[in-house]
């Protein structure tokens, strides 16, 4: 499926807390306490309770540091649709973690338990 869907539920990840963050070479898993995972494959940024960019899914490209475990332990306070291009999870400590359907070839996001593939 290309683009995030207008209709995409993503309540069952609210409350849920940040337990795991997995880095790949081409992918980042976050994995969440009770339920659910996001696999990004796309391109994603981080932003600080400022809105201001704090890390980026180029800095694994760059080898620069990412800043993603300021939100491990985090709980989703909410998320937010920007279809059809992205998704935001916006976490407890107010930073918010935006990915991006950003292949049209590819799958970008993975949202599990639900088999969601974007």
């Not at 995030?4 to 976050?30: E, R």
């Not at 981080?46 to 540091?65: G, T, V």
Request: a negative charge; proline letters at 6%; charged letters at 20%.
């Amino acid at each position: 499926m290309y683009g995030v869907s207008p209709d995409l539920d993503l309540s069952f990840l609210h409350g849920a807390q940040l337990i795991q963050i997995c880095l790949g070479q081409h992918q980042v898993q976050l994995h969440f306490h009770p339920i659910g995972s996001v696999s990004v494959e796309g391109k994603w940024i981080l932003y600080d309770a400022d809105r201001c960019p704090i890390s980026e899914s180029s800095d694994l490209a760059n080898w620069r540091p990412i800043q993603l475990h300021r939100v491990l332990g985090q709980h989703i306070q909410n998320t937010r649709l920007s279809p059809p291009d992205s998704l935001t999870l916006s976490f407890d400590n107010g930073e918010e973690l935006q990915v991006f359907d950003s292949c049209r070839d590819h799958e970008s996001i993975q949202i599990e338990p639900c088999g969601i593939v974007i």
